[in-house]
């Protein structure tokens, strides 16, 4: 099986593994225990603490673990509503990148609708537009703002494009506005430089999971500030200074630690082996394919190093990955639900639904080899063209002529 369906997840890296073993068997002692053993444990986790911050440009103390980043978005959003609504104040409206992560989606739907009604509120968070690119349409956020926005959420980057966001601009206007800028950073930790600190964000969320860390350990990155406006949403002890009671996952702590130290040593020369990759795999697969007959579904540049997302004409992205046994990819997020319901990314962009279920998402990782790629490469286009034979009455040429005289109206992509 070639893996490249890193987005989706990553194999825990043996050095990760190596630091997380002493926590589950001499180091097994409770950090909130003021014995000697539970203190050797808590210098292990602020350990990971600082690691992880460094990671995220951001200080130790700003990091609060939770058992992924489902949990801190929920957390974030959430706890910031329930704290304006336990404060009286109509603030209550919610703005999301309209191609968000489900995880955030439904947070915000949820806290919108908890929140009830307000001034100018409404029961679902308010999608904001992004360009065809993916990225988000700055303009469109811009107009939506006023003094009734609670929360602005733009990821730093696409799980299924890769799509990158500079949100250096959204920081004056949201905070203008008196709302929090909630970023969700889990693709772009370890695989690109992430600063909070420097580029203002307030609230971030991550997963260990994706950067050859274990499952079940994620993290939610505040400012002293944005932290006071942040309820807690679950109660009964006071571990992480009560904003996230109960007992620690200390070895998923000290292994997401390990992980973030390891991304920052290797995340530039990761970066550069990916990106060139991914231009392999494209290269290999217009000169089989044609360059009409495929298509990129994201930004040419602003994009995360190992991802690509590519459109084939005429061919079910369901229907490819059958005839694919022994390659590992995914036609979007795995956490969308399943189904036969197309990408609401894609949709967001641009691309019809039959568009988006043409469309698979190839997600490089640390391990990945030429040999792999060109061996992908070849698997993919033998696939494509017998799904083709299978499911069109006329020759490809003709629906791919036909394809491009109709995008010359309408352009939804960009050829890759």
């Not at 690691?51 to 957390?75: I, K, Q, Y």
């Not at 197309?342 to 391990?367: I, K, N, Q, W």
Request: aromatic letters at 2%; proline letters at 6%; hydrophobic letters at 45%.
């Amino acid at each position: 099986m070639i893996y490249l369906d890193h987005n989706a997840t990553t194999p825990v890296d043996p050095r990760v593994l190596e630091a997380m073993l002493p926590l589950l068997t001499e180091q097994f002692a409770n950090p909130a225990s003021k014995h000697g053993p539970g203190q050797e444990v808590t210098r292990i986790v602020e350990r990971a603490r600082r690691e992880v911050a460094t990671l995220a440009g951001a200080r130790a103390r700003d990091v609060v673990f939770t058992s992924g980043a489902t949990e801190a978005a929920n957390l974030a959003i959430g706890g910031a509503l329930a704290a304006l609504i336990a404060a009286g104040s109509d603030r209550r409206r919610v703005l999301v990148g309209a191609t968000e992560h489900p995880a955030v989606l439904g947070a915000a739907d949820a806290a919108a609708a908890a929140a009830g009604p307000g001034a100018g509120s409404s029961t679902l968070a308010e999608r904001i537009a992004v360009h065809p690119d993916g990225t988000i349409d700055v303009d469109d956020l811009r107009r939506r703002l006023g003094p009734d926005v609670a929360l602005v959420a733009v990821m730093a980057a696409n799980n299924e494009t890769g799509a990158v966001n500079d949100l250096r601009p959204l920081v004056e206007p949201v905070h203008a506005a008196g709302a929090l800028l909630f970023s969700d950073i889990t693709q772009a930790l370890g695989r690109i430089p992430v600063s909070l600190d420097r580029t203002g964000v307030d609230v971030a969320v991550a997963s260990a999971h994706k950067l050859y860390g274990p499952k079940g350990i994620g993290a939610l990155i505040a400012s002293k500030d944005a932290w006071a406006r942040i309820a807690p949403q679950t109660h009964g002890g006071g571990q992480e200074h009560g904003r996230r009671p109960g007992t620690l996952n200390t070895a998923g702590i000290a292994g997401f630690g390990a992980a973030a130290r390891l991304a920052a040593a290797s995340m530039t020369d990761d970066g550069n082996r990916q990106r060139a990759l991914v231009a392999l795999l494209t290269e290999l697969l217009v000169k089989r394919l044609g360059r009409g007959a495929v298509e990129l579904n994201g930004p040419v540049r602003a994009r995360l190093p190992n991802t690509v997302n590519l459109r084939f004409v005429g061919a079910g992205a369901d229907e490819i990955q059958a005839c694919l046994p022994h390659v590992a990819v995914s036609a979007g997020s795995a956490c969308s639900g399943g189904g036969d319901t197309p990408s609401h990314v894609l949709l967001a962009m641009g691309r019809t639904a039959t568009e988006a279920r043409e469309s698979l998402r190839f997600s490089l990782g640390r391990a990945t080899t030429p040999e792999e790629i060109r061996t992908v490469a070849d698997q993919v286009a033998r696939a494509v063209q017998r799904v083709r034979s299978l499911t069109q009455s006329t020759p490809i040429q003709d629906e791919v002529r036909d394809d491009n005289r109709a995008r010359t109206a309408r352009p939804a992509g960009t050829p890759a």
